[in-house]
């Protein structure tokens, strides 16, 4: 009934900036923390970033910090990854994973998007 879907992804060259995009969608009581992974075939997934759910606290792999900010608009139930200075290093899929109550006194982490292609060429 939850759907988590990524977007924004894409090639560009180092230096270069993206935003992406994790929309969440069905029926939801309330979304709390959510998180950005990132993985590259063959190796294991990584977290990137995570945000509270209401959006003051936020936390960085040592390194993206200072190159990526993540952000939510709860209104619209959308966390957002602006990735900046991008490095071929960030080459990945990156995916979406949230903590969701899907009514009241049932509630999992276990919620993940599709993934998205990011691509930095050197």
């Known amino acids: 009934q939850v759907q988590l879907v990524e977007s924004g992804g894409g090639l560009v060259q180092t230096g270069g900036s993206l935003r992406l995009s994790c929309a969440v969608s069905g029926s939801i009581f309330r979304i709390y923390t959510m998180r950005w992974y990132r993985q590259v075939t063959g190796k294991e997934r990584e977290l990137v970033a995570y945000i509270d759910s209401g959006g003051d606290t936020t936390n960085y792999a040592d390194s993206v910090k200072g190159r990526f900010t993540i952000s939510r608009d709860n209104a619209k139930n959308t966390v957002y990854l602006q990735m900046n200075s991008l490095k071929p290093e960030d080459t990945a899929v990156y995916y979406c994973?949230?903590?969701?109550?899907?009514?009241?006194?049932?509630?999992?982490?276990?919620?993940w998007g599709q993934g998205t292609q990011v691509t930095v060429s050197s």
């Open positions: 994973n949230g903590d969701i109550e899907i009514v009241v006194g049932r509630r999992s982490w276990n919620n």
